[in-house]
């Protein structure tokens, strides 16, 4: 075991890229843990230091980590544009804007624009840098997307202002965003992992806050056969457990999963997930698990995972 503990510390130390400083205030959106009651948009945003226009809401199940989350309400005209953003004090430089976003199937994007602003002293626009698309696909899965913008007129600039800005007819559905970063310099990637491996955090039955899917998942808390709560749980207050008694469902099968995102997750993150799996049964192995990645019909040559170094 000690061995074990060993090697993760060195992996660790190894592999973990150093973060770049987030200069965002709030960049979860899960301060302050109140005003979800209600249907006041103002109020929700209410002490988060974001400023926020439009059909734009905070609400627990928005979240992609911690308790709460911000989401373009599909079921509300946002023709007009939505959005959030933060003046941080700057006089130039090169920095990057990034945020996870999950546009739910049933909602009618008509544009995305993630971009960063500078502005002057006065808040006159000086130089505006857009992301490099106009959507995000419409499976119900988080995406982390980001823009990276330069100014070189240290003289005239004062602020730097990252923007999540929407539009979308009224079609239902939502498109949620969670967990911002604004740092000093290019992209350095997505964070990669599984999130709420526990299955702590939840808010209605249902996955939409948990980080995880389930295949026939209704994003509305009816009865499903499965159910958060306390009875399931190993460690930790809550588990997820599946619900063998009810009528309704003489037999059923579910998948229960998490984004693996492309590009971003590596088979060492899987492999080292797997092992911290088995350390934390407290058990061993005779040989460690191994994963590939393998498409039918071509070589090892042609197919790349992502390595981080
Ligand atoms: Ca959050």
Not at 151 to 173: E, F, I, M
Not at 200 to 213: A, G, K, L
Not at 274 to 303: C, E, K, M, Y
């Amino acid at each position: 075991m000690k061995r074990f503990l060993a090697l993760c510390a060195v992996f660790s130390a190894v592999i973990i890229p150093t973060m770049a400083a987030n200069l965002l205030v709030n960049p979860s959106f899960n301060s302050p843990d109140t005003n979800f009651e209600g249907d006041d948009a103002a109020a929700q945003w209410e002490g988060t230091d974001w400023t926020r226009w439009g059909n734009c809401f905070r609400q627990r199940w928005a979240a992609h980590s911690g308790h709460a989350g911000g989401y373009f309400r599909g079921w509300s005209e946002g023709t007009n544009g939505a959005g959030v953003y933060q003046n941080m004090s700057a006089t130039g430089g090169t920095y990057t804007f990034t945020i996870w976003l999950r546009r739910e199937p049933a909602f009618s994007l008509n544009q995305i624009d993630l971009k960063i602003e500078w502005l002057d002293a006065d808040t006159n626009y000086l130089q505006t840098t857009f992301g490099t698309y106009k959507s995000v696909p419409g499976d119900g899965l988080w995406h982390p997307v980001y823009v990276t913008s330069t100014y070189t007129n240290t003289a005239t600039a004062s602020w730097v202002r990252p923007v999540l800005y929407g539009n979308w007819t009224n079609a239902g559905g939502s498109l949620l965003f969670d967990d911002a970063q604004l740092y000093s310099g290019t992209y350095t990637g997505a964070t990669p992992g599984l999130l709420n491996p526990s299955f702590e955090f939840y808010t209605t039955n249902d996955f939409r806050c948990s980080q995880w899917t389930a295949s026939g998942d209704s994003y509305y808390p009816l009865e499903n056969p499965w159910e958060f709560s306390d009875w399931p749980a190993r460690a930790g207050s809550l588990g997820l457990g599946l619900r063998g008694w009810l009528t309704q469902y003489p037999v059923y099968t579910v998948t229960v999963s998490q984004v693996v995102t492309p590009g971003v997750t590596t088979t060492s993150d899987l492999v080292w997930w797997w092992r911290q799996q088995v350390n934390d049964l407290g058990l061993g192995t005779w040989f460690q698990p191994s994963i590939s990645v393998q498409r039918r019909g071509a070589s090892a040559a042609h197919v790349t995972a992502p390595q981080r170094g």
